[in-house]
């Protein structure tokens, strides 16, 4: 079985977290920080340039793990925790993977992978591979939602100036984040039948209150029309709920609000883990 | 196994029960009440204070119990009602935890978990070892919905001054509680549009007709935007569900109703019980 | 094992059947009516007053038996036949259960259970009690809804005069009713936001072509606003499904029709039955 | 075990197939034809006058069979064949019953039966029989919906005497139909609230473009509002699902359709079966 | 048990990918297609044809594999690779099946069959065996929609003969498809109750921003209305998800859009796989 190798190459990737290019697995993580530099290894998926690139897929998927999975042995559950990191280091050249932990923080999971990488298809692989594994083959999944990563197409340097300015200017300073928030947007046939000046001005009232919560909560958007039943995946990491719900307030008081026919459904919410605390977690270890 | 350590310290911190800091578990304790003070350490988390100040977690989950439970032996179920008062003992410096029967109230749910802390990890970690006892490794979870508390913001005394007299004038007055209603509440992107004036003349229609219930129905609100499906959570605990279905229908009758996307869905009723009384009628004993 | 002591009870409280005082469990049971006056022991519920008077909960809860209950050996099967009969006779003092066999006549459930009682906790110590014995062991709650009766509030003889005495004047006179509906009902915002008096002039429209349905269908309603995710339980009792059909027709015809948000969902359709037969036919016997 | 002594009397019950008397059963039977006459029993429902008479009772059930009845041993699965001879049989004095295999056509079920009585408690008893043999047993039922025939109501010779003509000249010309098709529909309040003047001029247009489709698809109409959560259900059989699809397309661009609140969910489609085809198929024989 | 026969089979009918013949199962197979001349039985259906022709019936059909198919042997797991292809090959005369895997790139399966023939019986027949193998009793289905090929009817040569140009003129010229995506579409009463003229408009709206991506995404339509709860089942096949995730929001922006009450739900994405890959994966093997 394995020795944890992956786990190294893991820490390794975990770099600035800023907009665009938020990163999970951090908290847990400081004092490994130290091994990162060596580990950078040419044959492995560039994380920074993942988490920041435009035409890369994000594939968030959640997880409950069924009951019987507790009734295997307690040697076979601690395998697993080895299993979970020989899979993701099997495919660590191509799919860069995060885990989150969502047992007791909504309903719809026990806990969330987010993959990213720039072939679906190694990102399929990848969840082929861990659903073989034993706490994958006793997971059933709740949903599984696809997107990719372009380049801002709003609140751009030509389009919109200031507030492009604003985006920029302000910076994650909080604690490291230990929360992630995971939600799938819809609109209305109304708001994709505006002109693309109307919703350009739409998304500027969008923006603006939301400059203030640079500080605090960071965000990653995804898009989903025709990969799946959403057009956008949100993605927030953040260490201060409270400031992340009225940050969610200040987007439902704006008009962009009366054209969602999808906001959660589910809403995830889960702590930042590493994939072996996570696994253990769940293995009752 | 735990001797019962955990009852007298969860009946000391059940304090005066008034608006905004609504308790539940009371009505089966009095008999153990005079327990409370030598019991009241300073290891343990704060009811009253959790229970009344802003910036506070609560967590509602309800379950199912699976029917495989009752094929444990007696023995097996009995040690459960132990486990449930030694996983709540093990986290009572954190968080506090009320318990709800609600089989045969309602179809969603066997039993509910309300749960407060000022750290939604330490609730987290608490629910991750209710789910690891022998009822919760037995239980399915229904729904689980995330809200923080916070200062009321409509019907203040600045505000709005007269409501806010006549909501602090009256108390409850009626026998200890005995039922607890949890009623999710989401609004619709106009309630959100609409400017802050407009939103608290609506609320201030919506208070009028419920002063009079004060004396019969506790509530306590709780703020979910973006940490759950919902935007509020309203939890009720009353004596005279007559009553309680008066007020319910006095806020249907308000124009606030319309814009009221979810409102229920579950709406969850159950009864007040301590964790020995729920775990033990739970597991046949 | 408890021998039947509780059927003559139950025969004992079948009263007369008017609106306001449906009662089940009627048609089978005509060769133990004779039981009846000698049984009416003073410890027993009053089926009469609890089916007529406001303030009385009703509980309605549908179930499907899971097929591993046949795999039950036959005299285990045949226990459950007492033990429903011994649960019944337990809580006789509080409740009263009527019956109703609902496979075949529509997917949600097999089988109906009507719980009345003044205390709701009562009916949940019943259902409770119901859901320990074999065959509620092997059933899976489709639905549970909680209502309240109350006196007519809108054709009273004061506000409608004419109307309540078309009401009280017809009485049925059908054959005994073989079969039950229940409809869950609920409206939307527009509704509760009319003034009593508009209210009142709908409700008397939707009266008008009711009347002539009193001598074949009774009707009996309680309040649920709060108590479950319904305004309002509507529950019937017919011999004649093609007259229930016409009625269910011209009330779909009135503009009542148009604030109903919820008007079945399950609609529910059973057979009244003795306790006894229910649990025999469901255990194969 | 019973031999097959119900296939005869199934089979001689199969006459004339015309509007509103559409059966089942037909294309698969053609050798077995010459024996109808001999077998027409006076104890035997009446098959021609069940499916063209109203106040009849229309019941539809769908079933998945669950994947464990595939784990029964060969001579198992043999009986089940016989039982469910035996239990059409068993009813066949009070019930009719008309089998139909819809796995591999839609997701919701396996095999759709339906029933014909005039007593709907004659039918539940059917029902409850199938449900205890081996296949029943081992079925889950996925929908159940009731309703009873009528007499036509709107395009009848006095009110629309042209289309009651062109109802009533053009026949079923097409070879005997493969498929039936069963399709809920419920309406809105909107609908229901017209004048009948107006509901039959929508019923007009609605007829016209179905009158050349008279020759290649039948239909029939059971009405179900109160009993089930659907207002009709129409049920149809054709040999050609062009000619079907055709039918539908011509019905969704009349103005009635914007009264739908209810059109299949599910629809269901399966090839026409005798009872033994049918188990002998879902049993792997 | 059968040496895999069909393999050769099937790829001997894998012809030219062209707009309204779009096949599945190329991309894998590269190095067997010149297996294909010499195997062109004359006892096979029609690839090219079934892909291209009106009157062809379409069944798409999802399934998750149930978890308990892991706990079979390897052996029994080898054999269901043979097995499949033995199913494919026994009804290669009337069906031709393509087989996408669907796990980790969605919630709602693990995987896709899409099965033409000019037979629906005989692809019921087909799908009745595949679900009698190995995999396919360990497999649920989570939807399947049926579905009718007919000739272009609005953007043809006569109606709007600049877009039929448009349409035929452009062909795919990316790599070989390795993914493909199934979209569900219904639409409202007041889009079928538009004027064949309104429609028209509409649909050239809905074509002017689809033709750039004829390079890149193949395309295939089939008509279900009354047949499945859809009314068109829209089939596509691409190499850049990137594009088609383009095509799709262009597609949003028209007013078409507006008429939509399903669009996805679920939304089906795949990678193309042969029978063999497909079955050894889901095998683990």
């Known amino acids: 079985m394995s020795?944890?190798?992956t786990k190294r190459v893991l820490c390794a990737a975990i770099g600035a977290l800023m907009i665009g290019g938020v990163g999970a697995a951090s908290a847990q993580q400081a004092p490994m920080m130290d091994q990162k530099a060596p580990m950078a290894a040419p044959m492995m998926a560039d994380r920074a340039k993942l988490l920041t690139q435009p035409g890369v897929f994000g594939n968030f998927s959640i997880y409950k793990v069924r009951p019987d999975y507790m009734k295997l042995s307690a040697a076979?559950?601690?395998?697993?925790?080895?299993e979970a990191h020989m899979v993701i280091?099997?495919?660590k050249e191509k799919v860069i993977v995060d885990t989150y932990l969502t047992r007791g923080l909504g309903a719809s999971s026990d806990y969330l992978l987010?993959?990213?990488?720039?072939?679906?298809?190694?990102?399929?692989?990848?969840?082929?591979?861990?659903?073989?594994?034993?706490?994958?083959?006793?997971?059933?999944v709740g949903e599984n939602?696809?997107?990719?990563?372009?380049?801002?197409?709003?609140?751009?340097?030509?389009?919109?100036?200031?507030?492009?300015a604003g985006l920029t200017s302000a910076t994650y300073s909080d604690p490291a984040p230990r929360y992630a928030i995971v939600i799938p947007v819809k609109k209305d046939a109304a708001w994709w039948n505006m002109s693309d000046e109307q919703r350009?001005?739409?998304?500027?009232v969008h923006t603006v209150p939301t400059l203030q919560?640079?500080?605090?909560?960071?965000?990653?958007?995804?898009?989903?029309?025709g990969l799946a039943d959403t057009d956008f995946i949100t993605?927030?990491?953040?260490?201060?709920?409270?400031?992340?719900?009225?940050?969610?307030?200040?987007?439902?008081?704006?008009?962009e609000n009366k054209h969602h026919t999808r906001w959660g459904n589910p809403t995830v919410l889960g702590t930042i883990q590493t994939p072996e605390s996570l696994v253990k977690t769940l293995s009752g270890m």
Chains 1, 2, 3, 4, 5 share one sequence.
């Open 114 to 140: 987010r993959v990213h990488s720039t072939d679906m298809a190694a990102t399929q692989a990848f969840l082929l591979d861990w659903r073989a594994t034993r706490l994958g083959m006793h997971s059933d």
């Open 200 to 204: 350009l001005k739409e998304i500027e």
């Open 3 to 5: 020795k944890f190798v």
């Open 145 to 164: 939602l696809v997107g990719i990563t372009k380049a801002l197409n709003y609140i751009t340097k030509d389009k919109s100036a200031d507030l492009n």
């Open 213 to 225: 919560y640079l500080v605090n909560v960071k965000r990653k958007l995804y898009h989903s029309t």
């Open 76 to 82: 076979e559950r601690k395998a697993a925790v080895a």
């Open 89 to 91: 280091d099997k495919h």
């Open 235 to 255: 993605y927030f990491e953040t260490a201060d709920l409270g400031a992340f719900n009225n940050l969610l307030i200040s987007l439902a008081k704006v008009p």
